[in-house]
């Protein structure tokens, strides 16, 4: 190999070797990113989730009260049986989709 082939090869090696760091750097940064915006987003919702409760104790008077409905039943029902709501919501989709497309073709 001459000396200005072995030259190319090594400054190609080194380009190399400073793409794989930079890779590696950028792969760190937007892992912190990522954390971070995952962290963000949890505050949010648990922010969000603080003043639904407040509100439903302020608009149901008492937590009991809210218990009671039924919706609070049917959101126990489907926590038991997940695969239920998502078939219900699916029929239900599929159902709307048909008598939406059915008045389009009038």
Not at 77 to 100: E, I, R, T, W
């Amino acid at each position: 190999m001459s000396d200005s082939s072995r030259d190319s090869f090594d400054a190609l090696r080194e380009d190399f070797t400073r793409l794989r760091e930079d890779v590696g750097r950028l792969s760190n940064t937007l892992k912190r990113f990522g954390l971070q915006s995952s962290i963000q987003a949890e505050e949010k919702m648990d922010e969000s989730l603080d003043k639904l409760r407040e509100h439903l104790s302020v608009r149901g008077g008492k937590k009991d009260r809210f218990k009671n409905t039924s919706f609070a039943q049917i959101g126990e029902h489907l926590g038991k049986q997940p695969l239920l709501g998502v078939a219900a919501a699916f029929g239900a989709g599929f159902v709307l989709a048909k008598l939406l497309t059915r008045g389009e073709k009038r």
